[in-house]
């Protein structure tokens, strides 16, 4: 199973960028997916989730109104729009997929997530 993350660069204060995360090897069509990002000399922290069917998301106070996450189940992807990008939205961004179908206990938590992506670098300059 793979997860590969894409659309990561450099973009200055108040530009966009738009992730992707495309699955291989399984679907996740019945699973959560989320974006885990972990700035620089930090911990890895929670930024969007969204359920199976997209009819729920989930932000961190961080990134809502900024952020938009979505996903194509036919193409077993998801997107993570970033507007309105700041300095300290530089960070590596991971994706995630739940192994196990269904609604999520806790969308934050990395330890409910089974599969990870290798990362891309978004660097916002000031």
């Known amino acids: 199973v793979q997860l590969q993350a894409s659309g990561g660069g450099l973009v200055q204060a108040g530009g966009s960028l738009r992730l992707s995360c495309a699955a291989s090897?399984?679907?996740?069509?019945?699973?959560?997916m989320g974006w885990f990002r972990q700035p620089p000399g930090k911990e890895r922290e929670f930024v969007a989730a969204i359920s199976w069917n997209a009819y729920s998301t989930y932000y961190a106070d961080s990134v809502k109104g900024r952020f938009t996450i979505s996903r194509d189940n036919a193409k077993n992807t998801v997107f993570l729009q970033m507007n309105s990008l700041k300095p300290e939205d530089t960070a590596v961004y991971y994706c995630?997929?739940?192994?196990?179908?269904?609604?999520?206990?806790?969308?934050?938590?990395?330890?409910?997530?089974?599969?990870w992506g290798q990362g891309t670098l978004v660097t916002v300059s000031s």
């Open positions: 090897g399984r679907t996740f069509t019945r699973n959560t």
């Open positions: 995630a997929g739940r192994g196990r179908p269904g609604t999520i206990p806790t969308p934050a938590t990395p330890a409910n997530y089974d599969y």
